[in-house]
């Protein structure tokens, strides 16, 4: 078990890297601070904010089942939980930033994510299959998300300490903004987590470039006791001594602690 001097090492995990879980490329992010190298494509973030902003406002927009509520954006930043415990008491924090909250007129309040990506077939296949697969692989990630919003830091200290401004008034201003964040996004309770797939449906105009995108809201199963059990497997990994072996068709992880020094696995 990973430690330093006598207190146990709190992990910090974002939700979304629980969606694809690769233990040795974990291990080596959160014990040695060796990440994989990612280009972030411009073009597709300004498409997840476009998504973001359409859907917000009347819950129903994303699926007229829904009961009442409004989609709001959780300020596109990342946020810290509390300290929290997994099933064996050990501690760790969440990190991270969802796509969207519906707070619900009954008080309690949804948590929605969406997926670029396909949810049916064009020429009329079943595609029921592999759009529960997907549903399957996204549902510690909405767990996370829940997690998180229903336990944020509000110490001040702690704020302060993980600010990005470095002048004290700027520092203090920070966490007065932070914290009013917080009370417009906090989550009490969690009625609802749900997906929404989006995908290009058809070119509309040969000329230019508009294209009609379709979507589907996919609900998923509520169960914050299974992903307990996930995080508490997880840190299992992550406080092994044992170094994991490498992840079948993971391109990013296939090296070993050689002496204190990392080397291609052969």
């Known amino acids: 078990m990973i430690n330093y001097g006598d207190e146990m090492k709190t992990y910090v995990i974002s ?8 233990n040795r490329c974990a291990y080596l992010g959160k014990n ?13 973030q300004t498409l997840d904010g476009m998504e973001k902003d359409y859907f917000l406002g009347d819950a129903k927009k994303i699926d007229k089942s829904l009961k009442n509520g409004e989609v ?14 997994d099933n064996k008491k050990r501690p760790f924090r969440l990190k991270g930033k969802g796509d969207a909250i519906i707070k619900f007129k009954d008080g309690s309040c949804g948590i929605i994510d969406y997926k670029t990506s396909k949810f049916k077939e064009k020429n009329g296949k079943d ?20 997690m998180l919003y229903s336990n944020l830091e509000t110490d001040e200290r702690f704020l302060a300490e993980n600010s990005r401004a470095t002048k004290p008034d700027s520092i203090k201003q920070s ?11 906090a989550v009490k309770k969690t009625s609802l987590l749900g997906l929404v797939f989006i995908y290009p449906e058809k070119l509309l105009n040969e000329k230019n ?4 995108f379709s979507y589907k809201f996919e609900p ?14 997880y840190l299992d990994m992550l406080h092994n001594p044992k170094f994991p072996k490498a992840t079948k068709d993971c ?12 080397i291609n696995e052969k």
């Open 15 to 22: 939700p979304s890297e629980l969606s694809y879980i690769c």
């Open 32 to 44: 040695y601070k060796l990440y994989p190298h990612r280009i972030a494509a411009g073009v597709t």
């Open 72 to 85: 709001i954006d959780p300020f596109n930043i990342s946020f810290f939980s509390k300290v929290l415990e």
């Open 127 to 146: 595609y029921k299959k592999e759009l529960g697969k997907k549903v399957l692989e996204y549902t510690p990630q909405l767990h996370g998300y829940s």
């Open 175 to 185: 966490v007065s903004n932070t914290l009013s964040k917080i009370k417009t996004i």
């Open 209 to 212: 470039i508009i294209i009609d």
């Open 220 to 233: 998923v199963d509520y169960d914050i006791e299974t992903f307990k059990g996930l995080i508490t497997e």
């Open 251 to 262: 391109g990013n992880c296939s090296y070993l602690i050689d002496g204190g020094k990392l």
